[in-house]
Structures are given as C-alpha cells and as structure tokens.
C-alpha cells in the first residue's frame, strides 16, 4: 500500500514556475514508477510525465517537454515536478501516482487527492 501527498500548487502568473512535490509513504516506495497527471475543469484527466524507479528515465506529454521536469528522490521518498514557463492551460488539479509497470501502457494502482495549480493570463 503506498498513499500520495501531493503539496506546492498555488496562483503564478503566466511565465512564472512552481514546484510540485509528492510525498510517498511505505517503505516500497522505489519499487513503483511515478507519474503526474493532471485534470482542468470540464476535461477528462491527462497524462503530464512520468518517472521510472531509479530516476534514470522519464518521458513527458509533448505540450509540457521542455518546460516540465520530473524527478525523485527514494531516499525521502518523495517525487517533484518541476513546472516552468507555465501557461494558462497548464491550470489544473495535478495528482501524483505510482505504478508497479513504467511505460505509457502503465496502470496506476495509487493516487493522491490532487493540488491545484492556477496560472493567470
């Protein structure tokens, strides 16, 4: 069992950068791949990006490469999402999951209840 805790969504002005973190419980927690999702109102839920255990490989949404960064650290079991030159679109709820499987066939047996993130034109 692994429970998410997602932190660091606010209001930021278009252009600006926010950091988004995810803490994991258990002591699983670098056994399982990580992703961030994200959902705007109105919108079904997307994939954002993606983490495998080790922190060696990632893969992004093609809207946020470039401007996105997602990375972990198994020691504080703990996920980040380093978002920058955000856009008004980029407003959303944003989850954190975990996943035994890493690829974008993954299946997320975890979810966190989601931060909101808020960028103003």
């Known amino acids: 069992q692994v429970q998410l805790v997602e932190s660091g969504g606010g209001l930021v002005q278009a252009g600006g950068s926010l950091r988004l973190s995810c803490a994991a419980s258990?002591?699983?927690?670098?056994?399982?791949?990580m992703g961030w999702f994200r959902q705007a109102p109105g919108k079904e839920r997307e994939f954002v990006a993606a983490?495998?255990?080790?922190?060696?490989?990632?893969y992004y949404q093609d809207s946020v490469k470039g401007r996105f960064t997602i990375s972990r650290d198994n020691a504080k079991n703990r996920v980040y999402l380093q978002m920058s030159s955000l856009k008004p679109e980029d407003t959303a709820v944003y989850y954190c999951?975990?996943?035994?499987?890493?690829?974008?066939?993954?299946?997320?047996?975890?979810w966190g209840q989601g931060t909101q993130v808020t960028v103003s034109s």
């Open positions: 258990g002591r699983t927690f670098s056994r399982y791949s």
């Open positions: 999951a975990a996943s035994p499987q890493y690829g974008p066939a993954a299946k997320y047996d975890y």
């Open positions: 983490i495998d255990w080790s922190g060696l490989s990632t």
